[in-house]
């Protein structure tokens, strides 16, 4: 079983701190992560992400969302953030 690094957000910096390292993140990122780490232990929708993240934009049946966690995961890596196929995603524990 994989251990995964504490994660935290930064609360004044655009930054998420995994150990000892500060990774930085574009605003957006940070508001899928926060959100994520909010509700830590539980499946998030790829829905819910876009209705908390991108109201009021004309970008629902984009794949924005599949594309911010891909950024997140390049930059966090791809053990941080968990697909659970067919229901969305959840923080690794």
């Known amino acids: 079983m994989k251990t995964v690094t504490p994660l935290s957000i930064h609360p004044t910096k655009l930054v998420a701190v995994k150990g000892d390292d500060e990774i930085e ?5 940070l508001k899928h992560l926060a959100y994520l780490i909010a509700n830590r232990g539980r499946v998030i929708t790829t829905k819910e ?3 908390q ?7 629902e049946h984009s794949n924005i ?3 911010y966690i891909n950024y997140l995961r ?3 890596g ?6 659970v196929r067919g229901a969305g995603y959840r923080m690794a524990a």
């Open 74 to 76: 390049t930059k966090l």
């Open 65 to 67: 969302v599949n594309v």
């Open 25 to 29: 993140l574009s605003l957006t990122e």
């Open 49 to 51: 992400l876009f209705e």
């Open 78 to 83: 791809k053990e941080t953030i968990i697909t």
């Open 53 to 59: 993240i991108w109201t009021g934009r004309a970008l």
